[in-house]
């Protein structure tokens, strides 16, 4: 089963997303791959304890706090790759960017490789499907420039001056 409910935000409404034990999607309205992978329909469910914390843990965050993401369970549906990649993201400290080449970088050091598109690494940044917890809006372009989000340039641009970037 999976469950559903709806979080107001100063970006707007945000859906989240659990399964009985771990939070599997957080997607801003409109947002680029909203609930991809999933085809069974998530329940309406607020009182999902899981849900809850998250919520909780949202509010903190909008509050100006800097909530710990490990306070939650997550469980984001990818390939090995992308897991890789927003394992990456999690370790981005708040007021701090990082570009795509640099995670490219590291990757391609992990795996022993010489090199790895930037690109490939953007893909996978672009589909992470938990948004502002596992924080996708602080990777920037190589010039520090604002490239894609997913849930938006403004809600990026919103959520970098959040955090004081």
Request: charged share 20%.
């Amino acid at each position: 089963m999976l469950y559903k409910t709806i979080y107001h935000s100063p970006i707007g409404a945000l859906t989240l997303g659990a399964d009985e034990t771990h939070l599997v999607g957080l997607w801003l309205a409109g947002q680029k791959y909203f609930g991809a992978g999933y085809q069974e329909p998530f329940d309406e469910r607020a009182d999902h304890p899981v849900l809850q914390k998250a919520v909780q843990w949202l509010q903190s965050y909008f509050a100006g706090e800097r909530p710990l993401i490990s306070a939650l369970p997550l469980n984001p549906q990818g390939s090995p790759f992308r897991k890789r990649v927003w394992q990456i993201l999690r370790e981005i400290p708040y007021g701090q960017v990082i570009t795509y080449g640099d995670i490219a970088r590291r990757l391609a050091q992990e795996q022993g490789q010489k090199s790895m598109a930037a690109q490939a690494v953007g893909s996978a940044v672009g589909h992470n499907p938990i948004s502002i917890i596992i924080p996708c809006h602080r990777v920037v372009g190589a010039n520090g420039s604002l490239k894609g989000y997913a849930g938006g340039l403004v809600a990026k641009r919103w959520l970098l001056r959040h955090e004081k970037i």
